[in-house]
């Protein structure tokens, strides 16, 4: 399936831009306004920080249940071209197809609900009618049929949805992500991790096991209710807006990190977001993950004084196992110096909105 | 991505299977599949059953020799199982196994013996036909080299000894990731040297 998009589909709100070889990325300045920067405070070390995902401030990504911001058009044709270059970014076991069928309702529900200008759903019983202007796709299809529609579930909303996501089937008291797609991971294998248990998939990660978090965490999710959504933030780092940062092919991406010089440092770093969202699906009972990736420049997030103030803190003072498992370390000291320059010792006010 | 070469005497790590000691369990049928030194804990899981006898007459003992040499084909035939198979190698006993599970029903009991490549490919074969893992068993001996999956080219390179080590397929430098994944049956291998192109640390022997 290749997405066909019709002339017309970046019009005054959505980004003409690419996220790979000339890197035409970059957010205007609404986008920056209302970037999801992800530290309240001025220091950061692992925690649950889960939080119910429920609408926030006007503008902002937390708005609506799922955010559709001025990159949507260009990620997907991003997307699109990774998962021709490799299919196996994109799997689900033959068990989870309910789920994915659970995961397009959520998605081509709340769309429709939230953006109607560009997304319509209509339903006749089971016949469901789907429109999504921005991409030029329109579909009538059988709910719970996959032979009505062009792929499976899973990957055909997951064609036209930001962010990537993970399906976990839930047995023996513990989750197992069964089906996937990651064409905008922090360095992660959706192939390699596919069929996984939750402590499983998470054994790279340093320090969290001691600190018991991931069972807190994994207790926290076996818990959610239908109807009842929950977030919390993750982040990284990432030289060039590639949303593309996967195992797969680090040889191609890992020698960037060693292009970075004092002047061309404020618009190739990035500060990697991750807005996590978890839904508890109603037929499967599955949980879907919604790992939401946004990229800001350097130099566009310190146009906000609090931020430029305060990434330098976190950046100065993060744990080096951190750092390492991040994947900058070998650049914190370059980042840190580019920072001081926005640093001027003033503290800064509790919580992540940039005004406040 | 971190580099970091953990020892292989190291606590286990997470996504790491965990083994123990067979122990004789009820079944309709016990399906015991073993490499190289696996054949030892197979001669004292049958010594422990309370009916040896009647263990063995609906026991299917599936071997194969250890990537190290060792085999004790012999001295599991002797033991007398109502069907015995000593394979030539891991990949050579896969489509018996296959045949056998295509005709497993739910009671059966599965024991597991020797490297973690033996153990990992028959476990991924018998949860793919549907049997619960709680009926399978495992338990290591023998060998520690590993089985590890390219993450860039996805080719398996079996019996890996040393880190960091050139994948069979693409060549690319990999060291190997404490990451395991029971459905490929491997560890996942990184590219050490992509962010300083030929600066590959001096490979030494992990595993044996």
């Not at chain 1, 990774?82 to 081509?108: I, K």
């Amino acid at each position: 399936m290749s997405l066909d998009f019709k002339p017309g589909a970046f019009n005054d709100f959505f980004r003409n831009e690419t996220f790979r070889e000339d890197f035409t990325y970059r957010n205007s300045p609404a986008a920056i306004q209302r970037f999801p920067f992800p530290f309240d405070r001025d220091d950061y070390m692992y925690s649950v920080n889960m939080e119910p995902h429920v609408p926030g401030r006007k503008g902002s990504v937390f708005e609506h249940l799922l955010d559709v911001d001025e990159h949507y058009v260009s990620e997907m044709i991003d997307r699109a071209r990774v998962l021709a270059e490799d299919p196996l970014r994109c799997q689900s076991l033959p068990h989870m197809t309910l789920a994915g069928w659970d995961t397009l309702e959520l998605v081509m529900e709340a769309k429709a609900r939230d953006y109607p200008q560009w997304f319509s759903l209509k339903k006749t019983g089971d016949r469901w009618h789907w429109i999504n202007r921005p991409l030029g796709i329109e579909q009538s299809f059988t709910f719970l049929d996959e032979a009505t529609l062009p792929c499976g579930p899973f990957e055909y909303i997951m064609r036209q949805t930001q962010g990537d996501w993970t399906l976990q089937d839930e047995r023996d008291n513990t989750l197992w992500m069964d089906a996937g797609i990651a064409t905008s991971q922090a360095d992660w294998s959706a192939d390699f991790d596919i069929g996984m248990n939750f402590h499983e998939w998470h054994a790279p990660v340093p320090l969290a096991h001691e600190k018991g978090i991931f069972d807190r965490a994994l207790k926290f999710l076996l818990k959610l209710q239908h109807g009842a959504p929950v977030r919390r933030f993750n982040w990284t780092m990432t030289v060039n807006p590639l949303l593309d940062t996967s195992p797969e092919n680090y040889p191609k991406w890992g020698p960037t990190k060693t292009s970075l010089t004092q002047g061309n440092l404020g618009g190739k770093q990035h500060l990697r977001v991750e807005l996590q969202t978890l839904y508890r699906l109603p037929r499967s009972n599955a949980i879907a993950f919604d790992i939401r990736c946004y990229l800001g420049k350097f130099e566009e997030l310190v146009t906000m004084p609090k931020w430029g103030r305060r990434l330098h803190r976190v950046v100065r003072d993060i744990h080096p196992d951190l750092a390492a498992y991040k994947g900058f370390l070998r650049n914190r000291e370059a980042m840190v110096e580019w920072l001081s320059h926005y640093d001027d010792g003033l503290p800064t006010t509790p919580g992540w909105w940039p005004e406040d | 991505m971190k580099i970091n070469l953990t020892p292989v005497d190291a606590p286990s790590i997470r996504s790491r299977p965990v083994y123990s000691a067979l122990e004789p369990r009820n079944g309709t049928l016990h399906l015991i599949i073993a490499d190289g030194e696996g054949a030892e804990a197979v001669i004292q899981v049958l010594a422990k059953a309370h009916d040896r006898s009647q263990m063995l007459s609906t026991a299917h003992v599936i071997y194969a020799p250890g990537p190290n040499g060792t085999d004790l084909g012999a001295e599991l035939q002797g033991l007398g199982a109502a069907q015995f198979y000593r394979a030539p190698s891991i990949p050579a006993l896969l489509p018996r196994l296959q045949r056998v599970l295509s005709d497993a029903r739910m009671g059966t009991q599965f024991y597991l013996a020797g490297t973690e490549g033996l153990i990992g490919q028959a476990e991924t074969a018998i949860m793919s036909y549907g049997f619960p893992f709680v009926a399978i068993q495992k338990e290591h001996r023998g060998s520690t080299v590993r089985r590890v999956q390219c993450v860039h080219c996805k080719g398996i390179t079996e019996n890996v000894a040393t880190d960091p080590f050139k994948c069979s397929h693409c060549g690319l430098n990999l060291f190997v990731r404490d990451h395991y994944s029971r459905r490929i049956a491997a560890f996942q291998g990184v590219n050490i040297d992509a962010e300083d192109p030929g600066q590959v640390p001096e490979s030494v022997v992990r595993f044996k």
